[in-house]
């Protein structure tokens, strides 16, 4: 391929050009064209060439700049780098940073503290959902077979407008609980650093929330005591404290807080503890439900004691702060010198008559053995399967009502004063039925759960299982000698009780003996006789001769509890312990297992929408022998047809015995028909006056004509 190339214009002279420089030739130039391989080549040189005159992309970009800057600063950095030990010092100055260091260490703490607070705030949103307590449900108790028994609305809630609620209640709460509550930003960072650093540092937990904070955490979060659930609450109640008035928040605060007794709200919690409306509360009972948000279980003075205490000086510690704040003056601060009782009881627990005292049992084991805390029980979505059966308890109501109806007829003085308790166990440790009193509304003592009189003779079978357990001692240093139901000992009235030493003396200088009902003597009598004719005389002896001590663990490893026995005396063994009806129930039931004893119980099955939850088994153990709770149970045996000829079938599996005391203060019927043990018992008490029993003056009947056994025996019947 030719190429004609022009010729180079011509120069002008004078123009500076050199003179001597040769023409240009005018001719035509041969140019030789590359192969299209080398064409190729070099289009593809000339977009790498391109390509690399392309930006990096951002992250490349972004770095190289880093490099620079940090070029750049590396001289200055170099100036707060620590160098140790210090040139030019000496001592310990060596070893002490710079100024410029230790500024420059708080500004970088300071910079992204501030940059990691500023990302946390923006990133956190207020949740949508407000927390269960805006669901609260009741929780449902069953029967055995499953059908519904009693539904109660444990929680309770009520919202209250800010304006119904009086400034005396709502500074009552802001002096207890935030009294900067109007000016500070919604968070306490004292008392957040606090709570971190016990959460973190110690193990445990303190309290340093504003009311802002409480709130968030009462409708938003859970109640975990963590470092995260803590931080999370803090963003929330600052961007919540943005965007809500402080009268709104303390407004959902008043109403969404808990008050113990079930409650949530000021305004239940005005109802439950003193029977009004918020609106009518004065600054003196403001200041004690203010003092429930504390810890209801520590402050509510019902309790205890020692809570009665608490709840006074904090009451009284609260009003001093109204004053403090300018919000009680003095003068009425003066006028409130009397702690204001609250009721008993919360009025506005209300599921019916008997069945109360069967959901009391309930709740309270439920929550025991089902590890739930108070406050959560409350808040209620509980499905509680008791073990109460329904016929049984239908058939046992009717029968003490008949009692009290017809002990009114006959003394209506004696009648207003009487108490019935009763209680039928399984042998496995169900709770089947109980009678706990006339109304729960009017009277909340459970006289089926009450451990208030002694069990008198029905004590008596312990002591007989705790001899043929454990064998007797006659004779000072002697060894243990083995006992049968045909061992003979004296059933005279009167006789002292002896010891491997000697009579036992009292402390006034007395031989210590017993009666016999009727002060009968019997002679030299065989402990199962004198079990089935219910003497007392030998079986103090026996006790002596077994050691109280045997007899004591005797009685509490078959049910009785530790806290009802009687003083370790000869008199233990003719029953001053007070087992409650449940519990000698119980006790009985022991017998008719073959001796394994099972801690009652009344609920066999938790669930909590619909998922069940984990709950512990009751306590069991061998209490005796087989062969020994045989024995007692056939000398039982006899006991009743002895005293009840032809009240059952003669190949009924049927026990019972009667149980009096010296002093006329209580009368038992405790049996056994188809392996269901039912206690009865039958006292007088004043509750209005004291816990003292008082002589029953013939109310019980007598020993042919007992109302506890009539009771008794209307409950198991039929009987075979």
């Known amino acids: 391929m030719q190429l004609k190339v022009p010729p180079p214009p011509k120069r002008a002279q004078g123009s500076g050009d050199d003179p001597a420089a040769p023409a240009a030739p005018d001719q035509t130039m041969q140019l030789q064209v590359p192969p299209p391989e080398l064409l190729m080549a070099a289009r593809s040189g000339r977009a790498d060439r391109r390509k690399a005159e392309r930006p990096p992309p951002a992250p490349a970009r972004l770095l190289a700049l880093v490099t620079a800057l940090g070029a750049r600063l ?21 070893w002490v940073p710079s100024w410029r260091q230790s500024a420059g260490a708080a500004l970088a703490v300071f910079g992204v503290s501030g940059l990691f607070l500023t990302v946390a705030y923006a990133a956190t949103d207020i949740p949508a959902n407000l927390n269960t307590y805006a669901t609260q449900q009741d929780n449902v108790y069953f029967w055995s077979d499953g059908t519904p028994m009693a539904r109660t609305g444990w929680v309770q809630r009520q919202a209250m407008p800010l304006k119904d609620i009086p400034e005396d209640v709502r500074w009552a709460v802001l002096a207890a609980e935030n009294e900067s509550f109007y000016s500070d930003p919604g968070v306490s960072f004292k008392g957040l650093t606090r709570a971190v650093w016990r959460t973190v540092g110690k193990g445990d937990t303190q309290g340093g929330s504003t009311i802002t904070q409480q709130y968030v955490k009462n409708v ?46 000021i305004q239940r919690a005005a109802q439950a503890y003193y029977g009004k409306d918020v609106s009518e509360l004065n600054a003196s009972q403001a200041a004690f439900l203010a003092s429930l948000l504390k810890g209801a279980g520590l402050y509510d003075p019902t309790l205890s004691a020692a809570n009665h205490a608490r709840a006074v000086e904090r009451w009284n510690w609260i009003l001093d702060r109204m004053v403090k704040a300018g919000k009680l003056s003095a003068k009425e ?23 109360d005292y069967l959901v009391e049992l309930a709740s309270q084991y439920a929550q025991k053995a089902g590890h739930i805390a108070a406050k959560d029980f409350d808040l209620g979505g509980y499905q509680v399967y008791t073990t109460f059966d329904r016929k049984r308890e239908a058939a046992l109501d009717k029968v003490v009502e008949k009692a009290r109806k017809d002990a009114r007829q006959d003394d209506p003085k004696k009648a207003s004063t009487a108490h019935y308790g009763a209680a039928s166990v399984a042998p496995d440790g169900r709770i089947l039925a109980v009678y706990g009193g006339p109304d729960h509304r009017k009277q909340g003592y459970n ?10 003779s029905a004590f008596l079978p312990f002591v007989y299982a705790a001899g043929l357990e454990h064998g007797v001692v006659k004779e000072r240093g002697g060894a ?18 002896s010891t491997p030493e000697g009579p036992y003396w009292d402390r006034s ?12 003597s019997w002679g030299k009598i065989t402990l199962r006789e004198a079990l089935a004719r219910s003497v007392n005389t030998p079986f103090m002896q026996l006790g002596m001769d077994t050691g109280l001590d045997k007899v004591k663990q005797t009685a509490q490893a078959s049910g009785l509890l530790a806290s009802s026995m009687g003083p370790q005396v000869p008199s233990l063994s003719t029953g001053t312990s007070t087992p409650s009806a449940i519990r000698m129930a119980s006790g009985y039931a022991t017998f008719a297992a073959q001796g394994q004893h099972t801690e009652p119980f009344s609920v066999r099955r938790i669930t909590r929408n619909g998922t069940t939850m984990r709950l512990d088994k009751p306590g069991s153990g061998r209490a005796m022998d087989a062969r020994v709770a045989a024995e007692v149970g056939q000398a039982l045996a006899d006991s009743f047809r002895t005293a009840h000829p032809g009240a059952a079938p003669a190949g009924a599996a049927v026990s019972g015995k009667a149980g009096t005391t010296g002093d006329d203060k209580a009368a038992w019927y405790v049996g056994t028909a188809r392996t269901v043990s039912t206690a009865v018992v039958v006292y007088r008490m004043d509750l209005a006056k004291s816990l003292e029993p008082l002589p029953l003056e013939g109310l019980a009947g007598t020993g042919q004509d007992s109302v506890a056994y009539d009771i008794w025996t209307g409950a198991m019947s039929p009987l075979g």
């Open 447 to 456: 006289e089926s759960n009450a451990t208030t009189v002694p069990a008198g």
């Open 509 to 520: 200088g007395k031989k210590v003996s017993t009666h016999n009902d009727g002060e009968k």
């Open 333 to 355: 601060r003066a006028t409130y010198r009397t702690f204001p009782e609250p009721l008993k009881r919360n009025p506005l627990y209300d599921t019916g008559q008997q069945s």
């Open 480 to 497: 243990r000698e083995q006992i049968t139901a045909q061992s003979v000992y004296d059933g005279d009235d009167d006789i002292p009780v």
């Open 74 to 94: 590396a001289p200055y950095v170099q100036r707060f780098r620590p160098r140790y030990p210090r040139p030019g010092r000496t001592g310990w100055r060596r």
């Open 220 to 265: 938003y979060l859970n109640q975990n005591q963590t470092v995260s659930r803590k931080f999370t609450e803090a963003m929330i109640a600052l961007k919540l404290d943005n965007r809500m008035s402080k009268d709104k928040i303390l407004e959902g605060y008043l109403n969404t807080s808990w008050f113990g007794r079930g409650t949530y709200g």
